[in-house]
């Protein structure tokens, strides 16, 4: 069957330390992954987007990577500080209608 | 730019009741969506819309209805709600459908049925 499996629910981290959260997925061939942060009581936010001839893709202090074999995508942030405590999710398109499928999310708190 | 706007932000319905869950765009996106969000299960394609006058089946749609009369406005009908529809509702759009582009999601509706 298709998942797409964000592995961790939840990251505790300290300030200043990367945070690496991982979204493998099964039965799918997505072109694009996509990930997206979500804070409390509000809508998810697009933050990246990486194609699969994309080895790695990066804004700031963020970094993602995307490993058709391995069928993995990897999300860090680095030098992390309590303002990115959110929930992380990933996202493919690969759904029945060929829709953007989600990943359940991992929640990351960032402790000063 | 309001971007995605969405009423109520919360709800609360009796059995059998029926409401209209509204959404807004001001971006003159084609496509429009519509997902709830239970804890554990992520967020799940409800009905979606690639214009004005085309809406289709997501991967939950019983339960709901949609139309889409204009580019700007995708409302959500629960006809007769259920305990089971208790979640969260976001709508999204975006440029394109089946691309890379990315969903600019609305704020949210929590709805309890009871």
């Known amino acids: 069957s298709q998942k797409i499996e964000q592995n961790s629910e939840a990251l505790n981290i300290q300030e200043g330390k990367t945070a690496t959260l991982t979204c493998n997925y099964t039965?799918?061939?997505?072109?694009?992954l996509q990930w997206y942060r979500q804070d409390p009581g509000r809508g998810p936010v697009f933050l990246l987007l990486?194609?699969?001839?994309?080895k790695e893709k990066r804004k700031e202090r963020l970094k993602v990577t995307f490993d058709t074999t391995l069928k993995q995508s990897l999300f860090h942030i680095t030098a992390s500080q309590p303002a990115d405590s959110a929930t992380y999710l990933c996202?493919?398109?690969?759904?029945?209608?060929?829709?953007?499928?989600f990943g359940k999310g991992t929640k990351l708190s960032v402790k000063p | 730019n309001a971007g995605v706007t969405q009423t109520p932000k919360f709800q609360v319905l009796k059995t059998g009741q029926s409401m209209t869950l509204q959404c807004a765009q001001d971006?003159?996106?084609?496509?429009m969506s519509w997902y709830r969000q239970d804890p554990g299960m992520g967020l799940r394609l409800i009905h979606y819309?690639?214009?004005?006058?085309?809406?289709d089946q997501g991967e939950v749609p019983n339960g709901y209805n949609v139309s889409r009369s204009t580019t700007e406005d995708f409302p959500l009908r629960l006809l007769s709600a259920a305990p089971s529809q208790t979640s969260v509702y976001f709508c999204?759009?975006?440029?394109?459908?089946?691309?890379?582009?990315?969903?600019?999601f609305g704020p949210g509706t929590r709805l309890t049925v009871l």
């Open positions: 990486i194609r699969e001839n994309e």
């Open positions: 999204a759009s975006s440029t394109e459908f089946r691309t890379s582009a990315e969903q600019f």
């Open positions: 039965n799918y061939s997505p072109a694009y």
């Open positions: 996202a493919l398109y690969g759904g029945s209608q060929g829709n953007l499928i």
């Open positions: 971006m003159n996106h084609e496509y």
């Open positions: 819309s690639v214009g004005a006058g085309i809406t």
